[in-house]
């Protein structure tokens, strides 16, 4: 392939190869060259080579640092970890304590009793449970994290570079706010919310869709030596200080891996987005306050006490969502290192996704608060903004994760036909075979395959439903309502684009709605095939942000 690209092709491989890499020029050409300028084969071939585990470790060494994390959970009179210990651990590894997982391990470490690890077991089990091929598995215990808000603004906590630049980024919204022109402060703030909006959303998206996938983040500070103290000292060591000081005593940066003190310069970067993010949007909504002028006392009224609510409902479900999660969760950890499985309960029980979806009803209390249209549509832009990094970013790693774990989940939808024992080896015998062979447009595909079991003959078939009857009153409730709409002529008076926009919303809520239960259904779940079947796989995988919960269908 190489002989058949000019030399300007060759040379843009060359550029978008050193660029996405920060490899040398002459890295790249080898390395393309090495590979017929393929550059997707040429560049995980590059990030590979830097990922080749080094020589093995000695294994003094390995049995040094569990030796120090089987201390810091030991007794102080005892040479065993027992229930205060065990229960410690569970919560730092976010393992419920009664977890089937902590049985298995348990099983491993040869613990003599419940609750009760011995030092043998413990270094002994955990050796045996490494892969011997595997020295990038490091074990260490996780320090403490101090939320965002207390690091940032209280003074007896050290500043690092990036929290001054944090609160200056912040400082100059509220300075620009108080200067500028109201007219003038609207449009820059929008401007300037749909800015870090999409540094949030699509910036941090990429950048953690790379991690995810092939731990780019981790490769760029290894390979550019930001964390390396023989080839970038000066780096590293203003790294470690903006850390160090914003962690607690327990945190030891040169003990801790590459990956978590790469995560923690990340969370930093984080920070600033976020803020900045929710104070560009808050200075936008009070650059847009406005009274109306057409609405009742009594309305006004309602406005601000719902509106209160929301905002009240909205911190509160961010601070409960915090709490389960905790930073780890908060701030993307899983894509740095693992920690153990995350245990989604309170306020996640109460709505998928919480973060982002019931956890933005505050962008739509301050809405109702300032009055103001632009306010409100900026919220749904945003809303939105937050569902694709959902769906684009947040469902594909969780889905990732559950088949690296567990092996690939199918929907009912994609479930192989089902097996049953029927005198008929059809189900709907009336319908013709020409219609059975008709295209899925119609129907749904009846595959028979007949097999000898235990001297049996089973039947393999799929519900072949109606599907033209469940149209007919939702088509005649469409055309009642188009011929009963009238187009108004003024979008400015009373109600008429409030009534718009919330009615366009619960159709767009509607179709998605539809379009993911039937994705998960199929045909057989969406016209009751269950009804009429009870032989068939109904265990459903219903995720919620790397949650693994079973929701179960009977019919």
């Given at each position: 392939m190489a002989s058949k690209l000019n030399k300007s092709a060759r040379t843009a491989l060359e550029r978008e190869f050193t660029g996405v890499t920060g490899a040398t020029l002459k890295e790249a050409q080898t390395t393309l060259n090495k590979h017929n300028y393929k550059l997707d084969a040429a560049l995980d071939a590059y990030f590979n080579d830097l990922d080749d585990p080094p020589a093995a470790a000695p294994a003094a060494a390995n049995r040094s640092k569990l030796t120090q994390l089987f201390d810091s959970y030991k007794e102080s009179d005892v040479d065993s970890i027992l229930v205060d210990g065990t229960l410690r651990l569970c919560q730092d590894l976010s393992v419920d304590p009664e977890d089937v997982v902590l049985l298995a391990v348990a099983f491993e470490l040869k613990c003599p009793a419940v609750a009760e690890f011995s030092r043998e077991g413990w270094l002994t089990g955990w050796t045996n449970l490494r892969s011997p091929t595997d020295t990038t598995s490091i074990v260490f215990p996780v320090p403490t994290t101090h939320d965002v808000l207390t690091a940032l603004f209280h003074p007896s906590y050290p500043k690092s570079h990036l929290d001054i630049l944090n609160l200056a980024l912040l400082g100059a919204q509220l300075v620009a706010f108080w200067f500028l022109p109201r007219a003038t402060a609207r449009?820059?703030?929008?401007?300037?919310?749909?800015?870090?909006?999409?540094?949030?959303?699509?910036?941090?998206?990429?950048?953690?869709?790379?991690?995810?996938?092939?731990?780019?983040?981790?490769?760029?500070?290894?390979?550019?030596?930001?964390?390396?103290?023989?080839?970038?000292?000066?780096?590293?060591?203003?790294?470690?200080?903006?850390?160090?000081?914003?962690?607690?005593?327990?945190?030891?940066?040169?003990?801790?891996?590459?990956?978590?003190?790469?995560?923690?310069?990340?969370?930093?970067?984080?920070?600033?987005?976020?803020?900045?993010?929710?104070?560009?949007?808050?200075?936008?909504?009070?650059?847009?306050?406005?009274?109306?002028?057409?609405?009742?006392?009594?309305?006004?009224?309602?406005?601000?006490?719902?509106?209160?609510?929301?905002?009240?409902?909205?911190?509160?479900?961010?601070?409960?969502?915090?709490?389960?999660?905790?930073?780890?969760?908060?701030?993307?950890?899983?894509?740095?290192?693992?920690?153990?499985?995350?245990?989604?309960?309170?306020?996640?029980?109460?709505?998928?996704?919480?973060?982002?979806?019931?956890?933005?009803?505050?962008?739509?209390?301050?809405?109702?608060?300032?009055?103001?249209?632009?306010?409100?549509?900026?919220?749904?832009?945003?809303?939105?903004?937050?569902?694709?990094?959902?769906?684009?970013?947040?469902?594909?790693?969780?889905?990732?994760?559950?088949?690296?774990?567990?092996?690939?989940?199918?929907?009912?939808?994609?479930?192989?036909?089902?097996?049953?024992?029927?005198?008929?080896?059809?189900?709907?015998?009336?319908?013709?075979?020409?219609?059975?062979?008709?295209?899925?447009?119609?129907?749904?595909?009846?595959?028979?395959?007949?097999?000898?079991?235990?001297?049996?003959?089973?039947?393999?078939?799929?519900?072949?439903?109606?599907?033209?009857?469940?149209?007919?009153?939702?088509?005649?409730?469409?055309?009642?309502?188009?011929?009963?709409?009238?187009?108004?002529?003024?979008?400015?008076?009373?109600?008429?684009?409030?009534?718009?926009?919330?009615?366009?919303?619960?159709?767009?809520?509607?179709?998605?709605?539809a379009i993911e239960c039937y994705s998960v259904l199929g045909l057989f779940g969406w016209f009751f095939g269950d009804f009429f079947i009870d032989d068939f796989p109904t265990t459903l995988e219903y995720t919620l942000s790397g949650d693994r919960r079973m929701l179960q269908v009977n019919g």
């Open positions: 449009t820059a703030f929008l401007l300037y919310f749909a800015f870090w909006r999409l540094a949030y959303n699509l910036g941090l998206g990429i950048v953690l869709t790379k991690q995810s996938k092939r731990r780019w983040m981790v490769k760029q500070v290894r390979q550019r030596g930001w964390l390396d103290p023989s080839r970038r000292p000066a780096v590293r060591n203003w790294i470690r200080k903006q850390l160090q000081g914003k962690m607690g005593a327990d945190y030891k940066f040169d003990d801790l891996p590459l990956e978590y003190n790469t995560w923690l310069l990340f969370r930093q970067l984080v920070d600033i987005i976020l803020l900045n993010d929710f104070l560009a949007y808050c200075m936008f909504a009070f650059a847009s306050f406005r009274v109306p002028t057409d609405l009742h006392s009594f309305v006004h009224a309602l406005r601000w006490i719902g509106g209160i609510f929301l905002i009240v409902f909205n911190l509160w479900v961010k601070t409960e969502a915090h709490h389960v999660v905790k930073d780890y969760g908060w701030y993307w950890g899983d894509v740095f290192f693992e920690r153990g499985a995350l245990i989604f309960d309170g306020v996640f029980e109460m709505a998928p996704h919480p973060m982002y979806s019931v956890g933005y009803a505050g962008y739509y209390g301050l809405s109702m608060i300032v009055g103001s249209y632009p306010v409100l549509f900026a919220s749904l832009a945003a809303h939105a903004a937050q569902f694709a990094f959902l769906n684009f970013f947040e469902n594909p790693r969780a889905l990732t994760d559950i088949a690296r774990t567990y092996g690939q989940r199918k929907p009912l939808s994609a479930r192989t036909p089902i097996q049953e024992k029927l005198q008929s080896p059809v189900v709907g015998t009336d319908v013709p075979p020409h219609r059975r062979a008709e295209s899925e447009s119609d129907t749904a595909t009846a595959v028979v395959s007949e097999s000898e079991a235990d001297g049996a003959s089973d039947s393999e078939c799929t519900f072949i439903p109606d599907r033209e009857r469940p149209r007919s009153p939702k088509l005649s409730f469409f055309g009642m309502a188009w011929q009963s709409y009238v187009l108004t002529p003024d979008w400015t008076a009373g109600d008429q684009l409030l009534r718009h926009t919330l009615g366009m919303i619960m159709i767009f809520l509607h179709i998605w709605t």
